[in-house]
């Protein structure tokens, strides 16, 4: 691949900008797609779902639990909650928490209208570098993954990009995913499980890595959690076994639902955020029920349905607006969030995904939601991951997060007198003081993004965004190859437990 010479960019690289303007928890929530009134009519029928038509197929130990907390089964044999319990559920859940990472310079506190962006999700093929056509994803890929994130900062959390589709068994699957995803990175991660059994062994696990149990539980830095709806209003059974099993981690429990309008939902938007939102307290609901007032990140998921053909567009405005709705909704009552957004329904990471996930993420981001997922890396309507394209979200997300930071308005930022200093002296700003001040935290440097002239971008081989992404990409996992899991316990557990990804594959070679 033919190398970028341009001096602009080795001189950045060289004297790199230290810090930056934007940072993980800054407070969004100025964009509300939703009136007051909005809010509450949609709040008032979700209640009345729970309340009257409530959910299918509890597993045996919420239905005890619930009916022991005064819900009811109708005659349909569906679980009702009551309004008042739901809304007792809602006020007594925690509304900050946190993730640990293995490094405390990645904690994370989530809540409030704080904004963070994180990629995730379960692509089962991958778009290498320079490729046009997609291959099965693998058990190396979410390790490349995991490194990646580690040096991504507006990537502030890490959950599995992808799927090890060679891995047929499934705990082995689920075991060597967690393996992968903390020794690839220091931040914190959510991990996905097939089945409940699967999380014990796993923990286990994460008690070597961590140097014993108690230190997990001082600093758990990783946490489960599942899908535990199947559209419409039932509940999944293993994904429900999943959550219940995943308190153990004693770190928040993720919950995601994921009703596509027109298809598993209504087609009306306001219908589908109804559905959704409801289905996502149950999944709330279903946590509280057995162990009262645990940490849950209520993840209303809207999507929506190409009507043309049936299928999902990730990538429509519509899946902008009734993310961005959803995060509002789980706002209005106060409860730590997390929606999709980014996810593209363009195959190559260009122009059509550019538009689509800044669209999605911005909006999302600017309703105030804690934990923006899918929001990098994503292609193919969530099918295909590509690590060029996670490069090419980081600046995007850095450009997204300084339009949440907003515009600070105070008697210095409003500068009459830098105004006046500068009209009766030089006449421009470059060399004012308040200009170098403000270099840092005032503006975002994209990493890769083009700002040169014509001329000197011709000088430097004429590069678009994706070969600039891969260069990145090369020079990333090139050579950081972090050793997060000390080479003994590794060794223990590599005695202990069966570790697909070789040791030497996590070496430079």
Not at 26 to 47: A, C, H, Q, W
Not at 250 to 264: F, L, M, Y
Not at 466 to 474: C, N, Y
Request: hydrophobic content about 40%; glycine content about 8%; proline content about 5%.
């Amino acid at each position: 691949m033919q190398k970028q010479t341009r001096k602009g960019r080795k001189d950045r690289k060289e004297n790199p900008i230290i810090s930056s303007s934007v940072e993980p928890g800054m407070l969004g929530g100025r964009y509300k797609p939703l009136s007051g009134n909005d809010e509450r009519n949609i709040s008032n029928t979700v209640f009345d779902v729970l309340e009257k038509i409530g959910m299918a197929d509890p597993i045996p130990i919420l239905l005890e639990h619930a009916l022991k907390r005064g819900c009811i089964q109708n005659e349909h044999g569906r679980l009702c909650f009551p309004r008042a319990l739901v809304e007792d559920v809602i006020d007594k859940t925690p509304k900050n928490i946190q993730f640990m990472g293995r490094d405390p310079k990645h904690d994370l506190e989530i809540g409030g209208k704080r904004v963070h962006t994180y990629g995730g999700g379960e692509a089962v093929n991958m778009l290498d570098i320079g490729a046009s056509s997609y291959r099965p994803s693998t058990l190396p890929d979410i390790y490349d993954a995991a490194r990646l994130v580690d040096k991504l900062d507006n990537i502030h959390a890490f959950s599995r990009f992808c799927v090890a589709t060679e891995i047929e068994d499934q705990y082995v699957c689920d075991l060597n995913t967690a393996y992968a995803s903390v020794a690839g990175t220091t931040k914190h991660s959510a991990l996905t499980f097939n089945r409940a059994e699967h999380v014990q062994p796993t923990l286990e696990m994460l008690h070597l890595i961590a140097g014993g149990e108690k230190k997990f539980r001082d600093r758990p830095f990783c946490h489960g959690g599942g899908c535990a709806i199947l559209s419409p209003l039932r509940y999944a059974d293993d994904n429900s076994e999943v959550c219940v099993e995943s308190i153990k981690f004693g770190s928040p429990i993720w919950i995601v639902v994921a009703p596509q309008a027109g298809a598993t939902a209504p087609a009306a938007l306001a219908g589908a955020v109804v559905q959704c939102v409801a289905e996502a307290l149950a999944g709330l609901l279903m946590v509280d029920m057995i162990e009262p007032e645990y940490p849950v990140i209520v993840g209303p998921w809207p999507f929506i349905t190409d009507l043309r053909t049936g299928s999902f567009s990730g990538g429509s405005g519509e899946e902008a607006l009734v993310s961005a709705a959803a995060a509002q909704m789980v706002n209005y009552y106060g409860l730590p969030s997390s929606v999709g957004a980014g996810m593209t329904d363009s195959k190559l990471p260009d122009y059509q995904a550019g538009y689509e996930k800044a669209l999605a993420i911005a909006l999302a981001a600017q309703s105030g939601c804690n934990n923006v997922s899918e929001s990098s890396g994503m292609l193919g309507s969530l099918m295909a991951l590509s690590l060029e394209s996670m490069v090419i979200d980081n600046d995007l997300l850095g450009s997204v997060l300084r339009t949440v930071k907003g515009i600070e308005v105070n008697d210095e930022s409003l500068s009459f007198d830098v105004i006046k200093d500068v009209v009766h002296g030089e006449g421009h700003y470059l060399r004012h003081e308040q200009t170098f001040k403000l270099m840092r935290s005032e503006f975002e440097y994209p990493d890769i993004a083009d700002r040169s002239t014509s001329a000197e971008w011709e000088a430097g081989g004429s590069l678009d965004a994706r070969q600039l992404a891969a260069q990145r990409v090369e020079e990333i996992l090139s050579s950081h190859y972090p050793e997060y899991i000390d080479p003994i316990v590794d060794k223990k557990i590599r005695e202990n437990f069966k570790i697909l990804l070789p040791s030497e594959r996590m070496k430079p070679s």
